[in-house]
């Protein structure tokens, strides 16, 4: 399975860690606030968004059948294609594997000819997924990193990464998915020290009301980020930018 078919409203089971009663206790406050912005979630963007897209990148119509529900939106994907064209980032790290790998290693291709590595918790989903993007002739670092420990003071857990690039140009993060705890992709500021001057952060789901709390605690933790929300697609991005 890959997120070229049709998928549920919640994201994939089985991360491999359980959660304590106080965790359980968060997810289930945290999806009762953020609701109206799960339901958003189901969209994943207009027919005519996706064809501009998928127009933009050069691939056929049927590339990226379905989207929406956990899967990224045609806002956040075009925003991902902008920054591509406009920075050539020549190390790109995403974390939670799908169609922004399709589309990020695309357009790595069409603009500078940048690295993708890609990690996602689910093993036969990065192993679909590396068989879904050789068929469009897309190639990508696409690698299994099962959930461990979280760094630092962020609750849940976090992916067990392996070796990492000492640069990283462009960070997508698009995982864990919140099921696990509403603030655990937080985690991922253990990379922001790699990430060089102009370098930039794009965290997906913004808009949630948990992501609204970690750009809170990143806003004033890294304070040589510049970080701002903008409302890009139907759940919004962060973007931070290393100004130091």
């Not at 605690?217 to 931070?240: A, C, E, Q």
Request: net charge neutral; glycine share 12%.
């Amino acid at each position: 399975m890959t997120s070229r078919e049709v998928t549920s409203f919640l994201p994939l089971a089985g991360h491999g860690a359980e959660k304590s009663l106080a965790e359980m206790g968060m997810v289930i406050l945290y999806g009762a606030i953020g609701w109206p912005w799960l339901l958003k979630s189901l969209s994943g963007g207009t027919k005519a968004a996706k064809r501009a897209l998928l127009q933009r990148l050069a691939l056929p119509a049927d590339a990226l059948p379905n989207l929406g529900s956990w899967k990224a939106d045609t806002g956040f994907l075009h925003l991902i294609i902008g920054h591509i064209e406009a920075h050539r980032p020549q190390n790109v790290v995403e974390l939670g594997a799908g169609a922004t790998s399709l589309v990020i290693g695309r357009a790595l291709q069409l603009h500078g000819g940048g690295h993708l590595l890609s990690l996602d918790q689910h093993e036969g989903f990065i192993h679909a997924t590396h068989d879904w993007l050789r068929e469009h002739g897309v190639q990508a670092d696409l690698r299994h990193a099962p959930l461990g420990d979280s760094p630092g003071n962020w609750p849940g857990c976090w992916y067990e990464t392996g070796p990492m690039p000492d640069q990283i140009d462009l960070l997508v993060i698009d995982g864990p998915p919140w099921t696990i705890h509403p603030f655990v992709r937080g985690a991922a500021e253990a990379l922001f020290d790699r990430i060089p001057v102009g370098g930039t952060v794009l965290l997906d789901d913004a808009a949630r009301p948990g992501e609204r709390v970690i750009a809170g605690r990143w806003r004033r933790k890294w304070t040589n980020f510049s970080f701002r929300l903008v409302s890009v697609g139907t759940k919004g991005t962060l973007i931070g930018t290393r100004l130091r």
